[in-house]
């Protein structure tokens, strides 16, 4: 069982998913083999299967004592998607980079012509004005998230965040031209950098780094932020790039070996 924080765990619940987990390894199972199993009294298991039964997560056969899941589990992981998954691997790494960087860093994905946050550091940050990131968006050509995307995606994918982009009120009366122009600018910066920069992007005191994090279908990036009066890009990219592209490289790598296991 995980680390639960300054909460004590619940045992019966432990318990209890202890035994969903037990009879979906072990198919119809009887309440004697799955109490053996899972180390529990009969009594306490069939207590739990009486209550799992009760939730319609577990059945009893009408002529023995067998028991099986329902289709009720699949309640408990309908919602959990590709996107819960790639955040949950995103969050690991960026846990072993934090350490090294110790400024903020955030993982966005492209949504609606803006790049949304999933998952960021901030909370853990000293560095940190901003708490409350995850769901934000930034704009995609002034942000270093969004540029980092840009730079990263295929010409069709590219082609395809233009469109929406130019439909959103974001570009107000900004013309399809002007955008190819910023499109072209950030792509030839990125080639000749191997990152993404801006200066001032979503934050007059803020400045940021970032790399593109192929995701199958999904275009993302991974930034870092820091105080504009505190450094440079080139001093940031100096410091904190090699680190930045080796979570982006581990992220990548789990999420190609996860589809691969699919």
Known sequence: MHDSGPYKPVRALARGVALLQ???QLGASRPAAL???IQLDRTTTYRLLATLEAMGLVQRSGSSDVYVLTDGVRTLSDGFTARDRTTQIVAAHMGKLFPQVLWPTDFATFENGAMVIRETTHRFSPYSVHRAM???PRPLL?????????????DAQREAMLDILAGSSEMGLTSRANMNDQVDFIVSDFGRRGYA?????????????????KTGAEIAALNLIFFSSAMGVEKAAKRFLE??????DN????LADLTSDA
């Open 35 to 37: 109490a053996q199993s």
């Open 142 to 154: 002034a942000s270093a998230l969004g540029r980092a995307a840009i730079a990263g995606a295929t």
């Open 197 to 213: 920069w801006s200066v001032g992007g979503t934050d007059s005191k803020i400045s940021a780094i970032a790399v593109p994090v």
């Open 251 to 254: 992220v990548e790598r789990d």
């Open 134 to 136: 995850v769901g934000r």
């Open 243 to 248: 680190p930045l592209k080796v979570c982006a």
């Open 22 to 24: 037990r009879l979906n």
